[in-house]
């Protein structure tokens, strides 16, 4: 049976993508550090769980070490700062660093031996916000953008392991019932994103119909990043 890690999978995209592997019958494995969502999401959606702080590299080596294969690696666990560059602080600029950019090195590089060398394939979870930015974003920028550079280096050093990436523009999960008819009308896909908008691009990556992709960014937004905007 295929098998697919997943970080950060006790809710948002990386609860979905578990979700939709499973019942596609793969095996999957979901690491996140918020224990009590994950031993309930994982108990209910059939998946395994690790606990690990991805903040934390012997927790991350800890929790390679206890996987013995695996076809699929998704980097989807993230953290932002939303502060002021001036008043951020070093500490929280380095944890959204080592969270965002520095555990999906790390996890990549202790798992590359262990990925299926024909089938295998890492999908790291990036954003629109790594190409376009709102003011007080730095930290989380910066490891989006570091991240999609990482994964074309990752593609050249780890082939034939394919690895890609995926920018989510704004993706609703947390109260798709505050959305207002701006905020779909916004889209010229005329709807905010959904969960399993990415989780579907995580399939098709993961699958061997993207046998000739790799080293790629794959921006997901329904549009946005491609809207020429002038002032009212
Ligand atoms: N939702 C969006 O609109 C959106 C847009 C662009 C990019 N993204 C990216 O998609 C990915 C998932 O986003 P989401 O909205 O589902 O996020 P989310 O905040 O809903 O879920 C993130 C998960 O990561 C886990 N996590 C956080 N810190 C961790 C750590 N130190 N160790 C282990 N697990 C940790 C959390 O517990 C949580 O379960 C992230 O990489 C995010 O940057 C999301």
Known sequence: MPTIVITGAAQGIGLATAHLF???NWRVIGLDANEELLAKASRQGG???????????RQIEKAALSIPSLTVLV???????????????????????????????????LLADKLDSAKGA?????????LMSEPHTEAYSASKGGIISLTHALAMSLAPIRVNAISPGWIEHVAPESLRETDHAFHPCGRV???????????????????????????IDGGVTKKMLYPE
Do not use: H, Q
Request: with cysteine; glycine share 4%; net charge negative.
């Open 122 to 130: 890492i999908v790291n979870i990036a954003s629109t916000r790594a």
């Open 47 to 57: 998946f395994e769980p690790i606990v690990c702080d991805l903040a934390d590299p």
């Open 22 to 24: 499973v019942s596609r």
């Open 193 to 219: 994103g959904r969960v399993e908008d990415i989780a579907e691009m995580v399939w098709y990556l993961a699958s061997e119909a993207a046998g000739f992709i790799t080293g790629e960014n794959f921006v």
């Open 75 to 109: 980097n989807n666990a993230a953290v932002s700062a939303n502060t002021d560059p001036k008043s951020l602080l070093l500490d929280e600029w380095n944890r959204v660093l080592s969270i965002n950019l520095t555990a999906p090195f790390l996890l990549s590089r």
